[in-house]
């Protein structure tokens, strides 16, 4: 159990005692993934769950026009590739590695074994659920009708949340890791290239972001002041 002493410690797995922790880790298979591979892509079955221990990882859906879009990046400690969903049971987004990568695999055998002998392992899991969900429907609710520095200034408190989960209410600043480019902050935010540029220099002017050339530092208090007076 010591390969999982390093690893921050994922929503799901709060609360739970060390010896019900050591339950699960035992049931984990630990896989390392190079920059750029894919741990799952479209239509592969749906059958896996998976836990993010070191990383940076994308989920993304392909546009009727062909182009990539990035629904989320993803940090240490996130749960994804939820199997829980009606319908045909593949898989509708693909997730790829920004960078190496080291992800613990469950199979839908395992959870079902898991929730059978830790029923307070189930209740996580539904949180976590309920979690990811509402984050969705935030950003969702911060997009529609937003001007294009308001879908900036959500996708980036939105990756703070997913990296560092609580660096925003603890008043902390967060270094983007360099693998997350500004065509990436544009896909998700919705906008061009040109455009995201343009307003990433105005924040930088503003008090949001710092760093030099491609190093984006976000100061999360001051992005959340911006953005609630923003409306």
Known sequence: ME???????????????ERERGRIYAQVRLLRYPCGAFIYTFDDPADQLYLLYQGIVKIITIL????????????????????????????????????EAVVG???????????????????????EICRAYCAAIDRL??????SAQRRLLVTLMSLAA??????????????????????????????????????????RRRGVLGGRGRELIIHLPRARQLLEEDV
Do not use: Y
């Not at 390969?3 to 005692?17: A, K, M, T, Y």
């Not at 990296?163 to 061009?192: F, K, V, Y």
């Open 162 to 203: 997913s990296i560092r989960p609580g660096a925003s209410e603890r008043g902390e600043t967060l270094t983007l890791p360099a693998c997350i480019t500004q065509e990436d902050l544009a896909n998700m935010a919705g906008l061009n290239r040109a455009t995201a540029s343009r307003l990433i220099n105005v924040l």
């Open 64 to 99: 009727p026009d062909g182009k990539e879009q990035v629904l989320e990046l993803l940090g240490p400690g996130t749960l994804f590739g939820q199997f829980f969903q009606p319908g045909p049971r593949r898989r509708r987004t693909a997730a790829q590695t920004l960078e």
């Open 105 to 127: 695999v469950l199979t839908e055998a395992d959870v079902l074994s898991l929730i059978g002998s830790i029923p307070a392992f189930g209740v996580r899991l539904i949180q």
């Open 3 to 17: 390969r999982f002493w390093h690893i921050p410690l994922s929503p799901v797995l709060e609360g739970l005692s």
């Open 141 to 146: 609710e911060g997009m529609i009708h937003a």
